[in-house]
């Protein structure tokens, strides 16, 4: 069963306007984090975010916001305001527990283009 | 600030040859992992290791091998490159999730015909 899901394959916005990603989790642990990070197309990977399960707080940061509900298994990323510059793949990570130790589990990404 | 380093960039293989992806950090991480990166699948854990002289298997372990000699040091070994591991591949490091996020390296893109 795929644990983080990320059912947006692509978007397409025009500047300014906002988007949502969003993504949806699978776990049995109690205590887990998780994460949100930025691939833009020069392809390296950005850290934008990270939450733990306990802290159910939104946090804004400039245009970029995140929403997690545990009620829903949801930590959504919004953008406000999109600009050319966002562009990029958005990929939500979950930390797990394997057999020696934790690593983190990716879902698919969502392909995000902002044309001007 | 060099935080992770990779090499090669880029590298093209012949079926059935070797190689091996280096992976450097200056962060005195316990944690690094290995990923691979394909269209569509997003990023997927082929082994990682929680500190020097440990190494364990993630998701997508098979024909992957490596080896953390060193703590700073995390090598991915192909014995006999299959086209199904043309991917780009990435390593990265952290404390611990529960410290801090994962610091990426800038990826090598393997070609294998």
């Known amino acids: 069963a795929q644990k983080v899901t990320q059912a947006q394959t692509e978007i397409s916005v025009v500047e300014k306007e906002d988007v949502t990603l969003d993504c949806v989790y699978e776990?049995?642990?109690?205590?887990?984090?998780l994460f949100w990070y930025k691939q833009p197309p020069s392809g390296e990977l950005v850290f934008l975010i990270r939450?733990?399960?306990?802290?159910?707080q939104n946090e804004i940061s400039g245009r970029y916001s995140w929403n997690f509900q545990k009620s829903t298994s949801s930590f959504n990323f919004t953008i406000t305001a999109s600009q050319v510059v966002d562009s990029a793949v958005y990929f939500c990570?979950?930390?797990?527990?394997?057999?020696?130790?934790?690593?983190?589990?990716f879902g698919k990404g969502t392909t995000l283009s902002v044309s001007s | 600030n060099a935080g992770v380093t990779q090499t090669p960039k880029f590298r093209v293989l012949k079926t059935g040859q070797s190689m091996t992806l280096l992976c450097a950090q200056d962060?005195?991480?316990?944690?690094m992992y290995w990923y691979r990166q394909d269209p569509g699948m997003g990023l997927r854990l082929i082994h990682y290791s929680v500190g020097e002289g440990t190494t364990a298997k993630g998701e997508v372990p098979d024909g992957y091998n490596v080896s953390r000699l060193k703590k700073q040091n995390f090598l991915l070994g192909l014995e006999s490159a299959a086209p199904s591991q043309t991917s780009v591949y990435f390593c990265a490091s952290g404390a611990g999730p529960s410290n801090s996020p994962l610091h990426f390296g800038n990826g090598t893109r393997l070609t294998v015909t």
């Open positions: 776990t049995r642990d109690t205590t887990y984090y």
């Open positions: 962060m005195n991480h316990e944690y």
């Open positions: 990570a979950l930390s797990e527990e394997f057999q020696a130790g934790t690593a983190l589990i």
């Open positions: 939450r733990n399960s306990f802290d159910e």
